[in-house]
């Protein structure tokens, strides 16, 4: 069965500062996605993490996947106020039907 | 990015009573789509998948007979929340997965918030 573990859960911080949310995972599986999740919304993709290696970076934002440690970072550069929301990774299951398995997310909040 | 929808968005209902829930891939067909349940300050948990046309596939500890899913068509699933109790009150999330982008990323809906009284 496919655990996700993400850390830290809660994590709160300083505008301007810098810090990793991580994602491990139990079981081998070739994709990654991170989401960010307001108060009362629906998810919103970020990021698709599909290779071993890959890095992908938005704004103030860099995910990338090691396959092989079964680990992914998000990496926050000079936070600000907006980026307060909590952060989820998915694995896929590699199975038939492409499940996702989520972590148990980690909420951020940025302090001014 | 593609886009999913979700009716109602919210829904106030006794106890006892029904409820669907609406789910439609609006520009791509969706082959399969998934059911998550989201309680307060927790995560996404998956419900169940559904293939168009054929049974869905529900995950452990969910109730097939209380949570009717029908995936009938490649745009539209519902799932209808039968004899509703308050411990059913939670934020109930689609996806969709199908011929857009590669097809194996999963496009989610706005959520509907069910409360029942």
Known sequence: ELKVEQNPLFLSMQEGKNYTIYCNYSTTSDRLYWYRQDPGKSLESLFVLLSNGAVKQEGRLMASLDTKARLSTLHITAAVHDLSATYFCAVDNSGSARQLTFGSGTQLTVLP | ?117
């Open chain 2, 1 to 117: 990015g593609a886009v999913v929808s979700q009716h109602p968005s919210w829904v106030i209902c006794k106890s006892g009573t029904s409820v669907k829930i609406e789910c439609r891939s609006l520009d791509f067909q969706a082959t399969t789509m998934f059911w998550y349940r989201q309680f307060p300050k927790q995560s996404l948990m998956l419900m169940a998948t559904s293939n168009e046309g054929s049974k869905a596939t529900y995950e452990q500890g969910v109730e097939k007979d209380k949570f009717l899913i029908n995936h009938a068509s490649l745009t539209l699933s519902t799932l209808t929340v039968t004899s509703a109790h308050p411990e059913d009150s939670s934020f109930y999330i689609c996806s969709a997965r199908g011929d857009r982008g590669g097809g194996y990323e999963q496009y989610f809906g706005p959520g509907t918030r069910l409360t029942v009284t």
